[in-house]
């Protein structure tokens, strides 16, 4: 299925144009079950503050909600939803007090959170820009993925300096050593679905911690996983040549971690 909406209502051919052909915007994913959604006010929050930094003026969470719930009106119990904001008109190079913030809704097939078969991946050097933001610029992440496949890996995993692990194509590294699952610390996405796990092991005891992490330590970790909207714990089979046992009590904790996360109300 594919459903679009932008402020509420069916797109025109000029909105659809604007949003295709300017590339400065932010948008947050989610999966959504019955008009609800884990960390809807992560979402929530993020998409005010990427909205304040990039725009200096937000849609507001009523307005985001109001035209999710819309959105879902009449849809399918389970779907993928994908919440952007852009600016309707004008120069987005121009700073200007009252920008016109239009909000898109996409609604597409929901996607299970089982695991695929293990992952192998590249470190390769790459840093997005505003790393911190989820934005629309996404040619240099395409691109870095997309050279990564081409050698035979599943995906790519980005490096800064001294080979610093930061982050996946579109997902958080999370790493674990018989004890503490570990994040990788450095300019990357705070993940919303990152932050739910670390809560949910919080709640259920487990040691959490963020911490830098070169390409050559990975080997001191027992399993890594990729953590995002479609999949909290994706096993990686290997980094490169560092391969990872992924021992199911660490997959046991995890699933137990993210069984504790709660589901919000949209």
């Known amino acids: 299925m594919l459903h679009v909406e932008i402020d509420g209502a ?25 008009n609800r959604v884990r960390g809807w006010e992560l979402h929530l929050r993020r998409l005010d503050e990427a909205s304040r930094e990039m725009f200096g003026a937000s849609p507001g969470a009523e307005r985001v909600g109001e035209l999710l719930r819309h959105a879902l009106a009449g849809a ?29 809704v996409s609604l597409t097939d929901p996607v299970a959170e089982t695991r695929l078969p293990p992952w ?6 790459y840093l997005r820009d505003a790393p911190h933001l989820k934005h629309t610029a996404t040619m240099g992440l395409s691109r870095t993925r997309r050279a990564a496949r081409a050698e035979g890996f ?4 980005f490096t800064g300096p001294d080979r610093l692990v930061l982050e996946g194509s579109i997902w ?7 004890e503490t699952v570990t994040w990788p610390q450095g300019p990357k996405l705070p993940g919303i679905t990152e932050q739910l796990l670390t809560a949910g092991l919080d709640r259920v005891g487990a040691p959490t911690r963020t911490w830098p992490v070169r390409v050559d330590e990975l080997a001191g970790f027992q399993a890594a996983f990729a953590c995002y909207s479609w999949c909290p ?10 391969a990872f ?12 971690a993210w069984a504790a996360v709660p589901w919000e109300t949209v």
Request: charged share 20%; aromatic share 6%; glycine share 8%.
């Open 10 to 34: 069916v797109p025109t051919t000029a909105q659809l144009h604007r949003v295709a052909v300017v590339n400065y915007g932010h948008f947050t994913s989610m999966q959504v079950r019955g």
């Open 245 to 256: 046992v992924n021992p199911p009590a660490a997959y046991a904790l995890l699933d137990e």
């Open 76 to 104: 399918p119990r389970e779907v993928s939803a994908r919440i952007a904001v852009f600016a309707r008109g004008g120069d987005v190079s121009v700073p200007t007090d009252t920008p016109d913030l239009g909000v898109m």
């Open 120 to 125: 192998r991946v590249r470190a390769m050097p």
């Open 233 to 242: 714990s994706q096993p990686l089979a290997a980094v490169d040549d560092i």
């Open 154 to 157: 599943d995906d790519a995993l």
């Open 172 to 178: 958080n590294l999370g790493l674990w050593d018989g």
